[in-house]
């Protein structure tokens, strides 16, 4: 496969809209780099509100017939889906190493993981249940169903930009909701791929709709048109308040997944060596840039010069390069301002009185590249105690007490993910339960699946996605009082 190119069966540099490939009004398009190579890949259009407007049209027209199929009929959809991405999962790795720059075998796993959301909203299809209320009165009864909100719109990050949308898309659908989804104009192809995927598989047109462009123009017409009952995000806090505010004001639905800022407590009498395998998958997948991603590590003191010298032996196992070379497991970041922020943060770091143990530096295997760098001593005066790296740096903190471990990693304005690491049972739960996240891994380094609620608590966001609970978000109850039996 040329790795400087889109795989041909995904080259699609257009919206889709109402089941078709259409350009933004004029021809207006973006170029997309590679971030590996900073060279252009394509062009993606330049939409604004005009596009939305019709997308969302085109939604509000296919949703009665969608939302009118038996669960059955949407559910064999879901999974022709499924059949569709599994089929084509070498192109979309590619695409997304491509746009994104994630190594190859974390791409893979971001598009099967989005393939098993899907498979996961197909068979809760089946299990859309409602209630019969016990009846005061005895000449009635009382029902509850669950119904689609209707049409839905999604706006997605550049982080994860298949599998962001795979988790929305298969609870829109599977509710009986159509959705319009704006991916990140940073990774357009791997969301405009899901256009071809679901016309492939059979999903009529309208249900589906795929624009990227001006995101403030877009979001505004998304947050206001009425035909849109319910706007579901994933990105930064700053953006999500926006968003939230105004759905709020046209009292929309919203669910919004946004920032981080998660903890990883070692506990004294952890295993460190599990600790520090862990912790390199909580932090540096994706080269740091998820929103569960670690970004303060709190060390028991007794440890902490052990469990660094782990780490620091791991980060130095890294190897940087571009996502397609074998054996890399760490690519570059997404743009300059992203180089900007982690270089920021380890000067802070330093000027605090950090200790850089292992990195520190751009590397010279591009100019997005970054050392995986890992800094000691850490105190809450820094930057990166506060704020969300984003990035390939891991700052290691001590502390003394559970206590400590408790009221350091809380914090936060944020809420998402948080990890601990301990082998004792009465210490695993009293941390998991004190901890003020919406998502503890314990023991764990990798909590994500499409089986579990993922989502955050305060300024991470509200509503969850995956599991049982991921459908609540799409449905209405509706109660039936049927009287004069
Ligand atoms: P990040 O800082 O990680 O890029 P953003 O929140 O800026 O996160 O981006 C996430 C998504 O939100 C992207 O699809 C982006 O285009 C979109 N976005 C950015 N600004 C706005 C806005 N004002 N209105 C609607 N969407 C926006």
């Given amino acids: 496969m040329n790795t400087a190119e889109i795989p041909q069966q995904f080259r699609h540099l257009q919206n889709y809209i109402n089941g078709t490939w259409q350009a933004a ?8 780099t590679n971030p590996a190579t900073g060279l252009e890949i394509g062009t993606t259009p330049l939409s604004g509100a005009d596009e939305t407007r019709i997308a969302i049209e085109a939604a509000a027209r296919a949703f009665p017939s969608w939302a009118a199929l038996s669960a059955q009929e949407r559910a064999g959809k879901l999974h022709a889906l499924v059949r569709e991405i599994e089929q084509n999962a070498d192109d979309l790795a590619h695409l997304l190493t491509l746009e994104q720059g994630k190594p190859l075998a974390e791409a893979r796993g971001e598009i099967l993981g989005g393939a098993a959301y899907i498979r996961w909203f197909a068979e809760e299809t089946r299990r859309i249940y409602g209630d019969i209320i016990p009846s005061p009165w005895t000449d009635r009864r009382l029902l ?4 689609p909100v209707g049409v839905v719109a999604a706006i997605t990050p550049w982080n994860f930009p298949f ?10 659908l599977a509710a009986g909701c159509t959705i319009v989804i704006k991916p ?12 071809e995927l679901c016309a492939r598989a059979g999903i009529p047109a309208g249900v589906v709709n795929l624009l990227t462009g001006d995101a403030a123009a877009i979001g505004a017409v998304m947050t206001s048109h009425p035909a849109v009952r319910k706007i579901t995000f994933t990105g930064s806090t700053r953006v999500g308040k926006l968003l939230a505010g105004a759905a709020g004001r046209e009292m929309k639905r919203f669910s919004m997944e946004l920032g981080g800022n998660a903890p990883f407590i070692v506990m004294d009498d952890a295993d460190l060596d599990a600790a520090a395998a862990g912790a390199i998958a909580a932090k540096f997948r994706n080269a740091g840039q998820t929103c569960v991603c670690v970004n303060r590590f709190y060390v028991q003191r007794g440890v902490y010069e052990a469990f660094a010298e782990k780490l620091a032996h791991q980060i130095r ?5 571009s996502g397609f070379e074998p054996e890399v497991t760490q690519g570059p970041l997404i743009n300059t301002a992203a180089m900007e922020k982690v270089a920021a943060h380890i000067e802070d770091a330093c000027a605090k009185g950090g200790r850089v143990l292992v990195g520190g530096k751009p590397s010279k ?8 760098t890992l800094i000691a001593d850490g105190t809450r005066e820094m930057m990166v105690a506060r704020d969300e790296t984003f990035g390939p740096l891991a700052v290691l903190f001590p502390f003394d007490t559970d206590e400590d471990a408790i009221s350091l990693a809380n914090d936060t304005e944020y809420g998402l993910a948080a ?3 301990t ?4 210490r695993a739960v009293r941390l998991s339960e004190a901890l003020e996240y919406g998502m503890v891994g314990v023991n764990a380094g990798i909590i994500t699946t499409e089986v579990a609620p993922f989502g955050g608590v305060k300024a991470s966001g509200v509503g969850r996605e995956g599991s049982r609970y991921g459908l609540d978000d799409y449905l209405d109850l509706k109660y039936v009082s049927l009287g004069g039996l």
């Fill in 317 to 321: 196992n890294l190897k940087v390069g």
């Fill in 419 to 421: 990890y601990v690491y």
């Fill in 423 to 426: 082998q004792g049972l009465s």
């Fill in 144 to 147: 509850v169903t669950r119904g």
């Fill in 25 to 32: 009004k004029g021809g207006a398009c973006l170029a997309v």
């Fill in 365 to 372: 295997a591009g100019a997005q590249f970054f050392e995986p």
């Fill in 184 to 195: 990140s104009e940073l990774t357009p192809f791997s969301g405009l791929a899901w256009g």
């Fill in 163 to 172: 599998s962001m949308i795979a988790r929305k898309l298969g609870a829109a």
